[in-house]
């Protein structure tokens, strides 16, 4: 986040638009967002979420042909990031131990057992076929 906003010149003026008649947003460049807004990845950095709350702006800039947009949520309105119960991570941690434990040789192993074969590496043959 930038501390304050001036009204860019050159190639990005084409994505200033901060009262969001051209598209529909308030928009700014890459870059040039005002304070007090942050992007999804910037909440969740700061250990935030958008609590269910539509962008109020967004960023835009062109990436080689494409044009990117990141959207922008307001900080103020930003809640904590839920996190799981213990129950919830001891579930997880059965799933993924579960994906690694092979069905033939009932060995957990270090590496996901591959959905294309059905088995760990020691149990299927050579050449990844049954």
Not at 61 to 68: A, E, L, N
Not at 100 to 124: E, F, N, S, W
Request: glycine share 8%; aromatic share 8%; proline share 9%.
């Amino acid at each position: 986040m930038t501390a304050t906003v001036v009204r860019p010149t050159g190639q990005f003026t084409e994505f200033y638009d901060p009262d969001g008649e051209t598209f529909g947003l308030p928009t700014f460049p890459y870059l040039c967002a005002p304070e007090g807004l942050a992007t999804r990845r910037q909440l969740r950095s700061a250990g935030l979420s958008p609590g269910g709350h539509d962008p109020v702006a967004q960023l835009m800039w062109r990436h080689r042909t494409t044009q990117r947009v990141a959207y922008l949520y307001d900080t103020a309105l930003a809640r904590p990031k839920r996190t799981a119960t213990p129950r919830q991570l001891d579930a997880i941690t059965a799933a993924l131990t579960a994906r690694r434990t092979c069905p033939t040789c009932t060995q957990v192993k270090t590496y996901y057992i591959p959905r294309r074969t059905g088995a760990c590496l020691d149990c299927t043959p050579i050449g990844g076929r049954h």
